[in-house]
Every structure is written in structure tokens, then in C-alpha cells.
């Protein structure tokens, strides 16, 4: 593989990295429903503390998945692209695809 390519998938991999936890999945979700939430909100909504909750919404920023934006003493979240709601479309297909075929083993 030449460095080109290996540098496109070592791009891909750090999103997948960045995705690759249930609260951030749900964060992302969260904004991809409601366009944009503060932090003390995503925090009430995941039961964390706001450290916690803050660490991830970092990762997801820094993976380039959410923007941030202050606003008075608040920061709100927001989804930079929506498209990223398309893999969870994908990850759904998924999940149906894999319980079928164990159901076909059950019957």
C-alpha cells in the first residue's frame, strides 16, 4: 500500500476510532435529531458528569464528526456533516442482515 492510501484509511480508521463508543453513538444521534444540544443537557441526557460527557464530545471534535459554538456561558454541539447520520442507516442494515442469518439458523 502506498503512503496515499494508507494515510486515506489511517483517516478513515481514526472517524471509526472516534464512533467506536455507545455514548458517543448516542451523542451523535442525539444531534443528528436535534441539530444541536449543550453540553449540560448531553449530560443530563447521558447520566455522566460533565468532564466525562466533555472528554467525548473532544474526541468526536477532534475526529472533525461535531463542531462546536459558544454561546454566552454554554457551549452548544452541533453535527459538522450530516451525512454521518447515513452510517447508522448502514450499521441498522447490518444488524437486521446478522439477526436474520441466526435466524435462519434457529429454524
Known sequence: M??????????RARIFKAMGHPT?????????RDGQRCVCELTEMIGADMSTVSKHLAVLREAGIVRDEKKGS????????????????????????????????ID
Open 2 to 11: 502506498d503512503e496515499k492510501t494508507q494515510a486515506k484509511f489511517d483517516a
Open 24 to 32: 458517543r453513538l448516542f451523542i451523535v444521534d442525539q444531534l443528528a
Open 74 to 105: 454554554q457551549v452548544y454541539y452541533a453535527l459538522r456533516l450530516p451525512c454521518v447520520v447515513n452510517f447508522f442507516d448502514c450499521v441498522e442494515s447490518v444488524i437486521k442482515c446478522n439477526a436474520k442469518a441466526q435466524q435462519e439458523l
